[in-house]
């Protein structure tokens, strides 16, 4: 089973970023979109019991049919504190993935990877700890700028952080809809995680494994009361 500590404080979140951010790999294009199997997950709150429910959707990525789904439900064991979010998500996150008997080939977050202010989001702590490639696919854009990509499903823009640097895309999934924010997470590059976004999006502006893994969640943290 994956595990990861659990930070007592603040200073010690940012600390272990710190390391783990250097294990980030850059350099590997990632698995082909449309072949194999991708999972996605994410996760739902219940505030007032402190509880929080994840859930990992596996889809064939040729027919987007669903081929196996798990959640788990925790106790929240980090307090809300911007920029450390994965801290919060991750430990429910990996019991979900563990749970699954297939191999994704990728993990996709409804968040960030490199688009985050520590340049470590979710994408990433996820893709480290657990070896897998993931990207994040955030329906906001968070802190950065971008110019308004074209109309057109396909049309992308750059994602810049204060300094300018690419961090991610603007890339619309279907004609005229707001875009989503695309950022790489550990192992494949920005190009190919903008076309998994795409190949995962025919229909609608939110890959089917966020929609699969949205409801998944809801669900899991309403059966739990």
Do not use: W
């Not at 010690?12 to 970023?17: F, G, K, L, T, Y």
């Not at 996605?40 to 196996?68: F, H, I, K, M, S």
């Not at 854009?141 to 110019?147: A, K, L, N």
């Amino acid at each position: 089973m994956t595990r990861v500590k659990t930070p007592a404080d603040e200073a010690e979140a940012r600390a272990i970023q710190d390391v783990l951010r250097h294990q980030v790999v850059l350099t590997e294009l990632g698995p082909p979109p449309g072949l194999g199997l991708v999972a996605g997950v994410d996760v739902a709150y219940d505030d007032a019991r402190d509880l929080v429910a994840a859930a990992a959707v596996v889809l064939d990525a040729a027919t987007l049919e669903v081929v196996e789904e798990t959640t788990a439900v925790g106790r929240v064991s980090f307090p809300y504190v911007p920029g450390l979010l994965a801290f919060r998500e991750l430990p429910t996150v990996l019991a979900a993935l563990d749970a699954l008997t297939s191999a994704p080939g990728l993990v996709v977050c409804d968040g960030y990877g490199l688009a985050h202010p520590r340049g470590f989001g979710l994408a990433c702590h996820l893709g480290v700890v657990t070896g897998l490639p993931a990207i994040g696919v955030a329906k906001n854009p968070f802190t950065f700028t971008y110019e308004e990509p074209g109309a057109r499903r396909g049309d992308a823009a750059p994602l810049r952080a204060a300094d300018g640097a690419e961090v991610g895309r603007a890339l619309r999934t279907q004609d005229g809809i707001k875009p989503v924010y695309v950022s790489v997470g550990h192992r494949v590059s920005l190009e190919n995680a903008c076309a998994h976004a795409l190949a995962l999006s025919p229909r609608f502006r939110i890959p089917e494994t966020t929609r699969h893994a949205d409801s998944l969640c809801r669900r899991a943290l309403k059966e739990a009361s």
